[in-house]
């Protein structure tokens, strides 16, 4: 059973929200200025409707039959795998249609990074020409430990995947396990800016953070990487590419390749 109502204003909206929640709803979807919600057969819509008129008087409510829908699978149906330079990343439920050897599966059940996200796609394609086999490589903000994932996936003999948020460290063991590369990718809880010096030297730093955090990151990447070694920034705005290309320029790095996807905006560097 489905259930519509208009809300032209923020203060109506939130009022209104609160109400399908109260009645019962556990979930709404906002379309334009209307909020849509279902609840399970035998709702009583009578009291739906009490209830959201007790919250704006001049409410318009809609309500239709709608056939019942499984919503703990029924999301599935809007991820999908995808093919990023010569890897693919997928979940869990369509690995099977995919050589192992190249894929990288990851639950997308805590989405701290599933590859459905221009920043990590920026990142793996840059990877792909930066990478050599039997390099050490640091990624840092690693979320899901999709990129350490993918450098293992391409060749690296270790990588030290390093996530400041204690939460997604459960995800990032779950997917590294769940992609045979345990003895590659080793996860670390913490600091970039701390732990990084502890695991250099390392040929290669990808680091997909907000540009504010790369900036600060910079002096501790150049001083970690070996002198034939390169570093994948992402996490970077297309209208901030200026700006960091002065730092970059500033900061005695070179631009080795770019890579643009929607707002995104990632950059490969060595030093000069």
């Given at each position: 059973?489905?259930?519509?109502?208009?809300?032209?204003?923020?203060?109506?909206?939130?009022?209104l929200?609160?109400?399908?929640?109260?009645?019962?709803?556990?979930?709404?979807?906002?379309?334009?200025?209307?909020?849509?919600?279902?609840?399970?057969?035998?709702?009583?819509?009578?009291?739906?409707?009490?209830?959201?008129?007790?919250?704006?008087?001049?409410?318009?409510?809609?309500?239709?039959?709608?056939?019942?829908?499984?919503?703990?699978?029924?999301?599935?149906?809007?991820?999908d795998?995808?093919?990023?330079?010569?890897?693919?990343?997928?979940?869990?439920?369509?690995?099977?249609?995919?050589?192992?050897?190249?894929?990288?599966?990851?639950?997308?059940?805590?989405?701290?990074?599933?590859?459905?996200?221009?920043?990590?796609?920026g990142?793996?394609?840059?990877?792909?020409?930066?990478?050599?086999?039997?390099?050490?490589?640091?990624?840092?903000?690693?979320?899901?430990?999709?990129?350490?994932?993918?450098?293992?996936?391409?060749?690296?003999?270790?990588?030290?995947?390093?996530?400041?948020?204690?939460?997604?460290?459960?995800?990032?063991?779950?997917?590294?396990?769940?992609?045979?590369?345990?003895?590659?990718?080793?996860?670390?809880?913490?600091?970039?800016?701390?732990?990084?010096?502890?695991?250099?030297?390392?040929r290669?730093?990808?680091?997909n953070?907000?540009?504010?955090?790369?900036?600060?990151?910079?002096?501790?990447?150049?001083?970690?990487?070996?002198?034939?070694?390169?570093?994948?920034?992402?996490?970077?705005?297309?209208?901030?590419?200026?700006?960091?290309?002065?730092?970059?320029?500033?900061?005695?790095?070179?631009?080795?390749?770019?890579?643009?996807?929607?707002?995104?905006?990632?950059?490969?560097?060595?030093?000069?």
């Amino acid at each position: 059973m489905a259930a519509r109502a208009s809300a032209p204003d923020d203060a109506t909206r939130a009022a209104l929200m609160q109400a399908f929640f109260d009645a019962g709803a556990q979930g709404v979807h906002e379309d334009g200025d209307r909020l849509v919600t279902h609840f399970p057969p035998g709702t009583d819509l009578d009291v739906v409707k009490q209830v959201l008129r007790a919250a704006d008087a001049q409410v318009s409510v809609e309500t239709a039959d709608v056939p019942p829908v499984d919503w703990t699978e029924a999301w599935k149906g809007s991820l999908d795998a995808h093919q990023v330079g010569s890897l693919v990343v997928t979940p869990p439920w369509l690995a099977d249609r995919y050589d192992a050897a190249r894929t990288i599966v990851i639950d997308p059940g805590m989405a701290f990074g599933t590859g459905e996200h221009g920043t990590t796609r920026g990142v793996m394609r840059l990877l792909d020409g930066v990478l050599r086999a039997g390099d050490t490589v640091a990624d840092l903000g690693a979320g899901s430990a999709v990129l350490a994932i993918a450098a293992a996936k391409l060749g690296a003999a270790r990588v030290f995947a390093i996530e400041l948020d204690e939460e997604a460290i459960p995800n990032a063991l779950e997917n590294v396990e769940r992609n045979g590369v345990t003895s590659v990718v080793h996860v670390f809880q913490g600091d970039a800016g701390v732990l990084l010096p502890l695991v250099a030297p390392v040929r290669v730093v990808v680091a997909n953070i907000i540009s504010s955090v790369l900036e600060t990151l910079l002096p501790g990447i150049a001083a970690a990487l070996t002198p034939d070694g390169a570093a994948i920034l992402s996490g970077i705005l297309r209208e901030e590419r200026p700006h960091m290309l002065a730092v970059l320029e500033r900061d005695g790095w070179q631009v080795t390749a770019e890579d643009e996807e929607d707002i995104w905006w990632s950059v490969a560097i060595t030093r000069r």
